[in-house]
T-cell receptor, first 107, second 112 residues
Framework: KNEVEQSPQNLTAQEGEFITINCSYS?????LHWLQQHPGGGIVSLFM?????KKHGRLIATINIQEKHSSLHITASHPRDSAVYIC?????????WGAGTKLIIKP | DVKVTQSSRYLVKRTGEKVFLECVQDMDHENMFWYRQDPGLGLRLIYFSYDVKMKEKGDIPEGYSVSREKKERFSLILESASTNQTSMYLC???????????FGQGTRLTVV
């Protein structure tokens, strides 16, 4: 069993829908990262959080330390949100990566 | 703005060739990383470096070596390229004791 698991692997939705991507981990962590990878390869950091909730525009990330679970939400989704979303757990300054969730938003 | 630059976006090399992938960062970061990314497997760490001339093996170092002669530059070397090294290669950097990583655009390497 992987130490960091994401679900779903693939997600296709219509423009405007509320999107949720989940990340569960089995190790002790000091922080949890969410990153976005667009077609073409470049990866950008979206959030780093260790408790509670963070919001940036239409993106919201939450984490429940007790349940070892984090979610990334996208409100009012748009085709430009289509990307691979990756979570990574910071465990003793080492990043343990989820396999990614491929999101496609159809117009 | 942090910038991590990889020398090539696309490379095609022949089996047996020695391949150099270069990565440069401009934020004076101590930590630099090389990952490969394959469908369904996510990012896997090949090598990392916490300082100049220092290197540590990651999860899949076999068939690779690295060089860090200057703080801003971290090179990945495929000593003798093989077809199973066809992959997307991603370089990243981060500040000391900080795991927020900044990535390059990636190099898609095809070994034929």
């Amino acid at each position: 069993k992987n130490e960091v698991e994401q679900s779903p692997q693939n997600l296709t939705a219509q423009e405007g829908e509320f999107i949720t991507i989940n990340c569960s981990y089995s190790v002790g962590i000091s922080a949890l990262h969410w990153l976005q990878q667009h077609p073409g390869g470049g990866i950008v950091s979206l959030f780093m959080l260790s408790s509670g909730k963070k919001k940036h525009g239409r993106l919201i990330a939450t984490i429940n330390i007790q349940e070892k679970h984090s979610s990334l939400h996208i409100t009012a989704s748009h085709p430009r949100d289509s990307a691979v979303y990756i979570c990574a757990a910071d465990s003793n300054y080492q990043l343990i990566w989820g396999a990614g969730t491929k999101l496609i938003i159809k117009p | 703005d942090v910038k991590v630059t990889q020398s090539s976006r696309y490379l095609v090399k022949r089996t047996g060739e020695k391949v150099f992938l270069e990565c440069v960062q401009d934020m004076d970061h101590e930590n630099m990383f090389w990952y490969r990314q394959d469908p369904g497997l996510g990012l896997r760490l090949i090598y990392f470096s916490y300082d100049v001339k220092m290197k540590e093996k990651g999860d899949i170092p076999e068939g690779y070596s690295v060089s860090r002669e200057k703080k801003e530059r971290f090179s990945l070397i495929l000593e003798s390229a093989s077809t199973n090294q066809t992959s997307m290669y991603l370089c990243a950097s981060s500040a000391i004791r900080n795991t927020e990583a900044f990535f390059g655009q990636g190099t898609r390497l095809t070994v034929v």
